[in-house]
């Protein structure tokens, strides 16, 4: 069974960092894709750094430059290291998973994923 667990949220200053990590089991990076989405109060949901099978990231605009995914195999561990955060950056912060499974690495970067952890509030003041 597919379950991921977000922690390392928080409440920061503007142009301060944060890292939030996102402990997964029931499943192998390798066959999954992977990534982080977050959702500001009455905002939709927005991806804003995603995995590939293979290792190859990809980020929202609003975030590139600034966020940096990375995988831990050996502690099956998904991080986001978030800097120079800004107000905008608050928002619930989401990790997720879907099997690559008869979809393409393609997938990861523009398709739906269907296994959700509980997320992590990040909140950044001005």
């Known amino acids: 069974q597919v379950h991921l667990v977000e922690s390392g949220g928080g409440s920061v200053q503007s142009g301060g960092s944060l890292r939030l990590s996102c402990v997964v089991s029931?499943?192998?990076?390798?066959?999954?894709?992977v990534g982080w989405f977050r959702q500001a109060p009455g905002a939709e949901r927005e991806r804003v750094a995603t995995?590939?099978?293979?290792?190859?990231?990809a980020y929202a605009d609003s975030v590139r430059g600034r966020f940096f995914i990375s995988r831990d195999g050996a502690k099956k561990t998904l991080y986001l290291q978030m800097t120079s955060l800004k107000p905008e950056d608050t928002a619930m912060y989401f990790c997720?998973?879907?099997?690559?499974?008869?979809?393409?690495?393609?997938?990861?970067?523009?398709?739906?994923?269907?296994?959700w952890g509980q997320g992590t509030q990040v909140t950044v003041s001005s």
């Open positions: 029931g499943f192998t990076f390798g066959d999954y894709c």
């Open positions: 995995f590939d099978t293979g290792g190859g990231p």
């Open positions: 997720a998973a879907v099997s690559v499974r008869y979809k393409g690495d393609s997938y990861c970067h523009t398709g739906q994923y269907y296994h």
